[in-house]
C-alpha cells in the first residue's frame, strides 16, 4: 500500500486486502487521502433486488443476516481501524462509506414513496443502515483531527450484485463517492449524499 507521504499527482486506486472486507486507498491531486469503503454484499447472491424473496425478514436465514452484517458493517469498522493511522498522516484526509438508498429509514419507512414498493429486506438494507449510523459516529470522533466522514448512496448501478438490472453506469455510480473523497477542508463530515445532494438518514 501506498503511503500517505508519497502520494503522486495522478489519483491512484489501490486495493487494500483485509480479512473481512476491502477498501480502496486513493491519493488525489490535492493530496487528500481517502479510505472509500465499497466492498459490500447483498446474501442474496447476484440477483435483481425485486427477486431478493430470501431477505423478507419473517423468513430470512439469520446465518445470512450475519454473513451481510460481517461484511457491510464489522469489516468498514475493521478496515477503517486498520488504515485511520495513515490517514492521520494525510494534510486532508476522508473516509466515504458507500451505502445505499435502501439504508434510509425516511425514505423506506414512507408508505407513498418508491421505497415502499421494494422487497422487504431484514439482511441489506438494515446493514446499510447501519453503516450510516457509524459514519455519523466516526464522523462525531475524528471532527477533531480534521477527517471528514460520510456515507453515499451511489444509485441503482449496472453490476453484478444486482445481476445487472441497474439503470446507472458504474461511472455516474461513482461520480459521489470521488466528490465526497475529494472535500475541501469546509466539506461536510456525518452526512449522508447521493449525487444530486443530500439524503434524509
Ligand atoms: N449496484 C448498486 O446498484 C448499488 C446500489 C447501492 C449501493 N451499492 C453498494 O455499492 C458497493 C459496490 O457494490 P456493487 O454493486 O459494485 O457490487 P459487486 O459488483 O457485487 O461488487 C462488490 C465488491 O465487493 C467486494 N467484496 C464483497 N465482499 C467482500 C469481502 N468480504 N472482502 C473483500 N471484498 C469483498 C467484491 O469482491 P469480489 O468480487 O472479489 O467478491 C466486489 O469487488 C456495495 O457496498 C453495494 O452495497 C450498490
Redesign the pocket.
Given at each position: 500500500m501506498q503511503s500517505a507521504a508519497s502520494c503522486s499527482a495522478t489519483p491512484r486506486p489501490i486495493p487494500l486486502?483485509?480479512?473481512?472486507?476491502?477498501a480502496t486507498f486513493c491519493c488525489s491531486p490535492s493530496n487528500s487521502s481517502c479510505a472509500g469503503?465499497?466492498?459490500?454484499?447483498?446474501g442474496s447472491g447476484?440477483v435483481d433486488p425485486a427477486d431478493a424473496r430470501d431477505q423478507i425478514p419473517s423468513t430470512v436465514d439469520l446465518d445470512m443476516v450475519r454473513a451481510v452484517f460481517?461484511?457491510?458493517v464489522f469489516?468498514v469498522i475493521a478496515v477503517t481501524n486498520a488504515v485511520l493511522p495513515l490517514l492521520r498522516r494525510s494534510p486532508a484526509p476522508r473516509i466515504v462509506n458507500?451505502?445505499?438508498?435502501?439504508a434510509s429509514l425516511t425514505l423506506t419507512s414512507d408508505p407513498d414513496g418508491p421505497f415502499a414498493a421494494l422487497l422487504p429486506s431484514a439482511a441489506?438494507s438494515p446493514s446499510?443502515t447501519a453503516l450510516c449510523a457509524l459514519t455519523v459516529q466516526y464522523a462525531n470522533e475524528l471532527r477533531k483531527d480534521g477527517v471528514l466522514v460520510n456515507a453515499v448512496?451511489?444509485?441503482?448501478?449496472?453490476?453484478?450484485?444486482?445481476n445487472h438490472t441497474?439503470f446507472?453506469t458504474?461511472a455516474q455510480?461513482a461520480a459521489v463517492v470521488v466528490r465526497l473523497a475529494t472535500l475541501g477542508p469546509d466539506g461536510p463530515t456525518a452526512g449522508f449524499f447521493a449525487e444530486d445532494g443530500p439524503l434524509p438518514w
Open positions: 486486502f483485509a480479512p473481512v472486507t476491502s469503503h465499497n466492498a459490500g454484499i447483498t447476484q460481517e461484511t457491510n469489516g458507500v451505502s445505499s438508498h435502501a441489506y446499510k448512496a451511489p444509485g441503482f448501478v449496472d453490476t453484478d450484485s444486482n441497474g446507472l458504474v455510480g
